[in-house]
């Protein structure tokens, strides 16, 4: 399969924590990357290679996967987590695939 | 970090060739594991990939593109355009070698609308 799965829509209060997951078949073979994009700009890398954060990123957020679910974590919301989170990884053929996309509100 | 810009015609008329250019270092993108790769959103909808490029000249395309498109180093061409194509494209950076990928910069993107 070549879909990567994602829930539309997350929320969470501030200071909470948050999971955000991406599904797909890819996710048992091949590593997942998560970006974080906010209105008007340009995605960011956020976690790459399963759980590695670019220099710059809080700790405040983690990755796993498990089979075939990959899983985004924020551990204490801040306001500024709100945004779109968007999952890629790669299929049989080595094309890159993006997930759907979560809007992630932080109440 | 890595600077890319696109930079292209805002309009292309339907059947028309889109074309755009991204500006970056060469050095940035040389290496058997980067890429240059393109990427669009249409407004209010999620990430496409596009395809990518090495310095090499080794290309990889979106399936379902891949009769429309053609990338070399700094540019994206996409041919007989049509509304479903108006969409940000993005140029980044990617990282692909043994079954990870990841895009580690991004331009700021640049909208492309197709209307007559």
């Known amino acids: 399969s070549s879909e990567l799965t994602q829930d539309p829509a997350v929320s969470v209060a501030l200071g909470q924590t948050v999971r955000i997951t991406c599904q797909g078949d890819s996710l048992r073979y091949y590593s997942v990357t998560w970006y974080q994009q906010k209105p008007g700009q340009a995605p960011i890398l956020v976690l790459y290679?399963?759980?590695n954060r670019p220099s710059g990123i809080p700790d405040r957020f983690s990755g796993s996967t498990s089979g075939n679910t990959a899983s985004l974590t924020i551990t204490g919301a801040q306001a500024e987590d709100e945004a779109d989170y968007y999952c890629?990884?790669?299929?049989?053929?080595?094309?890159?695939?993006f997930g759907g996309g979560t809007k992630l509100t932080v109440l | 970090q890595v600077q890319l810009q696109e930079s292209g015609p805002v309009l292309v008329k339907p059947s028309q060739t889109l074309s755009l250019t991204c500006t970056v270092s060469?050095?940035?993108?040389?290496?058997?594991?980067?890429?240059l790769s393109w990427i669009r959103q249409p407004a209010g909808k999620g990430l496409e990939w596009i395809g990518r490029v090495n310095t090499g000249g080794s290309t990889k395309y979106n399936p379902s593109l891949k009769s429309r498109v053609s990338i070399s180093v700094g540019t994206l061409r996409l041919s007989s355009v049509t509304a479903a194509d108006t969409a940000v494209y993005y140029c980044?950076?990617?990282?692909?070698?043994?079954?990870?990928?990841?895009?580690?910069?991004w331009g700021q993107g640049t909208l492309v609308i197709v209307s007559s």
């Open positions: 890629n990884s790669r299929d049989n053929s080595g094309n890159v695939i």
């Open positions: 980044a950076r990617l990282y692909s070698m043994r079954g990870e990928d990841w895009l580690d910069s």
């Open positions: 060469i050095d940035s993108i040389n290496g058997d594991s980067y890429y």
């Open positions: 290679g399963e759980n």
